[in-house]
T-cell receptor, first 113, second 110 residues
Framework: NAGVTQTPKFQVLKTGQSMTLQCAQDMNHNSMYWYRQDPGMGLRLIYY???????DKGEVPNGYNVSRLNKREFSLRLESAAPSQTSVYFCASIETDSYNEQFFGPGTRLTVL | QKEVEQDPGPLSVPEGAIVSLNCTYS??????FMWYRQYSRKGPELLMYTYSSGNKEDGRFTAQVDKSSKYISLFIRDSQPSDSATYLCASNTNAGKSTFGDGTTLTVKP
């Protein structure tokens, strides 16, 4: 099992460009999450999907959109990147909301110039 | 006020020391308490998981939760250089969606 995979690993964008971060899990988990991690600010939830076909906003959703393509895949889109979106992005999955171990991907390091 | 506050660190200790990492939380509905370990440039991974109050031990690691004072602790005995990482506490209710502390970076020097 690969667990949770994320692509790309690194990305540099110019202000105003768009891109999609991809996430996939092969553990048959129902719930998936997108976080951003900034120095000294821990993990902040951007969006989550409790099950296939549903998505909800987290703590910091502005400037982002998500798609739960199927049970395996959950993508995060930046429509018009801003320097404030420079961060490390982590995708995570969990079997169900009642089971609490989240499995994290390796992260995507995004720089917006 | 953040729902989960973590001692910021960084923390630097000699090899073999006992390490204490601490968090407080404000949401009385939190029932599950986790500690994640994150190595540099990697994703977090679950280290310990506790339900409600009490202690849980796993090798050199002990997780402790005191719900009366809303205090969460992780103790590392006989610390090793391989324990050098950022440690994140997290809490949630029965409905999922963990709330994370900001993390404490630990360095164990040989």
């Amino acid at each position: 099992n690969a667990g949770v995979t994320q692509t790309p690993k690194f990305q540099v964008l110019k202000t105003g460009q768009s891109m999609t971060l991809q996430c996939a899990q092969d553990m048959n988990h129902n719930s998936m999450y997108w976080y951003r991690q900034d120095p000294g600010m821990g993990l902040r939830l951007i969006y989550y999907s409790a099950s296939e076909g549903t998505t909800d906003k987290g703590e910091v959703p502005n400037g982002y959109n998500v798609s739960r393509l199927n049970k395996r895949e959950f993508s995060l889109r930046l429509e018009s990147a801003a320097p404030s979106q420079t961060s490390v992005y982590f995708c995570a999955s969990i079997e169900t909301d009642s089971y609490n171990e989240q499995f994290f991907g390796p992260g995507t390091r995004l720089t917006v110039l | 006020q953040k729902e989960v506050e973590q001692d910021p660190g960084p923390l630097s200790v000699p090899e073999g020391a006992i390490v204490s990492l601490n968090c407080t939380y404000s949401n009385s509905a939190f029932q599950y308490f986790m500690w994640y370990r994150q190595y540099s440039r990697k994703g977090p991974e679950l280290l310990m998981y506790t339900y409600s109050s009490g202690n849980k031990e796993d090798g050199r690691f002990t997780a402790q939760v005191d719900k009366s004072s809303k205090y969460i602790s992780l103790f590392i005995r006989d610390s090793q250089p391989s324990d050098s990482a950022t440690y994140l506490c997290a809490s949630n209710t029965n409905a999922g969606k963990s709330t994370f502390g900001d993390g404490t970076t630990l360095t164990v020097k040989p």
